[in-house]
C-alpha cells in the first residue's frame, strides 16, 4: 500500500508536503488554525479559500463560504469551477489551483503520485447548498459591456487577473459610441435586475463580486470575448 504523504503543494518558491490526517490549508492571513496565508492584503481572498486532505483519496475542497476556486486540470483552455463548499477528488497531476483574490490570483501546484489519483471518484461533489443561478434578462448591449468590464476575468491563464477594468477601460475597450457612462448604466442595470431577484452587490467589492457571480454561475464565458475581440 503505497504512503499519503508523497504529497507535495508549490506555491512559487514554497514547497510544502501534505500528510494524511494533517489537511493543509490555505486562506488569506497566517492563522492559529494552521491557516498558510496566501496574502493578507487581499480581501478578496477568504478567511478560509482552499485546504487539501486524504479521504479514501486525495480531494481538494473549496472552504470559501462565497469564492469560487478554479482547477487547472491541464486538459485545454478551460478549467473547472469548484464552487463554495465543493471538493474535487484529485485524478490528475500536476493539478493547478487558482485562487482568485481583488490583488492577484495565487496558483498552487499539486503533485500527487500517480499511485494515489483518484480512480473510482473522480470529479467534483456538489454540496447541498450550493447557490443556483437566477434566470436574468441580458441584453447584448448589456453582454458587450459585461464583456468588456469583466475582460480580464475572462482571460486564460497566466494572462487571467482578478481585477475587472475601470467603466472608462471599458468603453475604450469596446470603442466608439461606447463611452464610460453608458458602460455604468448598462451595468446598473444588471445590477438591479439581480437587486429584484435579491442578490445584492454593493460597497467597495461590490464590481469584483458582480463578476464573479457572472462567471461562477456561467452568465458570462471565455467565449464572450469573442464578441469583443479584432
Request: hydrophobic share 40%.
Amino acid at each position: 500500500m503505497p504512503s499519503t504523504d508523497q504529497v507535495l503543494v508549490q506555491r512559487r518558491d514554497e514547497r510544502y508536503s501534505v500528510r494524511e490526517g494533517q489537511p493543509l490549508r490555505f486562506g488569506r492571513m497566517d492563522s492559529d488554525a494552521g491557516v498558510i496565508g496566501l496574502d493578507p492584503n487581499d480581501m478578496g481572498i477568504s478567511a478560509r479559500a482552499v485546504s487539501l486532505d486524504f479521504d479514501g483519496c486525495w480531494w481538494v475542497n473549496n472552504d470559501s463560504a462565497k469564492r469560487t476556486i478554479l482547477l487547472d486540470t491541464g486538459a485545454g483552455p478551460s478549467m473547472i469551477d469548484l464552487g463554495p463548499g465543493q471538493r474535487h477528488a484529485i485524478a490528475v497531476a500536476p493539478l493547478g489551483v487558482l485562487v482568485r483574490g481583488v490583488i492577484s490570483t495565487h496558483r498552487l501546484e499539486v503533485q500527487v503520485p500517480a499511485e494515489l489519483l483518484a480512480r473510482h471518484h473522480p470529479g467534483q461533489l456538489v454540496s447541498t447548498d450550493t447557490i443556483i443561478s437566477s434566470d436574468i434578462r441580458i441584453t447584448d448591449a448589456d453582454r458587450l459591456a459585461l464583456t468588456a468590464l469583466f475582460s480580464p476575468l475572462l482571460q486564460e491563464w497566466p494572462r487571467r487577473s482578478g481585477h475587472p477594468l475601470t467603466y472608462l477601460q471599458a468603453a475604450e475597450l469596446l470603442g466608439p459610441p461606447w463611452t464610460r457612462t453608458a458602460v455604468r448604466k448598462h451595468i446598473e442595470r444588471v445590477r438591479e435586475r439581480l437587486a429584484a431577484e435579491g442578490l445584492y452587490f454593493e460597497g467597495s467589492l461590490a464590481r469584483y463580486e458582480l463578476g464573479q457571480h457572472l462567471l461562477d454561475h456561467g452568465i458570462l464565458t471565455a467565449r464572450d470575448l469573442q464578441a469583443i475581440s479584432g
